[in-house]
């Protein structure tokens, strides 16, 4: 369970369709942060706690409303300071 409700899907359904839109097959969940708010940083806090793992969780939980399966998790990134960070890779799937 996430700390976002029903209403943050459509919010990341339109972030999704918008990268579907611009020929991406496949993202990750730093880049959908990203795209939602304009930069990514890994969060000093627990996995319970933080608001970027949450929005990981939201997308596992919300795999078939959001014409996505997972790809690849534990995958190692940088975030926009430099920290070192992991994040899962989305496929989007044909509906």
Not at 13 to 22: T, Y
Not at 34 to 47: C, E, M
Not at 71 to 78: I, L
């Amino acid at each position: 369970m996430t700390i976002f409700n029903e209403h943050f899907l459509s919010i990341m359904k339109k972030h999704i369709d918008q990268m579907k839109a611009g020929g991406v097959k496949e993202f990750t969940t730093v880049e959908i942060i990203k795209h939602y708010v304009g930069h990514y940083h890994a969060d000093a806090t627990n996995v319970h706690d933080s608001i970027n793992a949450n929005i990981g969780r939201f997308l596992a939980e919300n795999t078939a409303a959001l014409g996505i399966v997972e790809k690849a998790s534990g995958q190692s990134v940088t975030d926009d300071m430099g920290h070192h960070s992991q994040t899962a890779v989305w496929e989007l799937v044909h509906k």
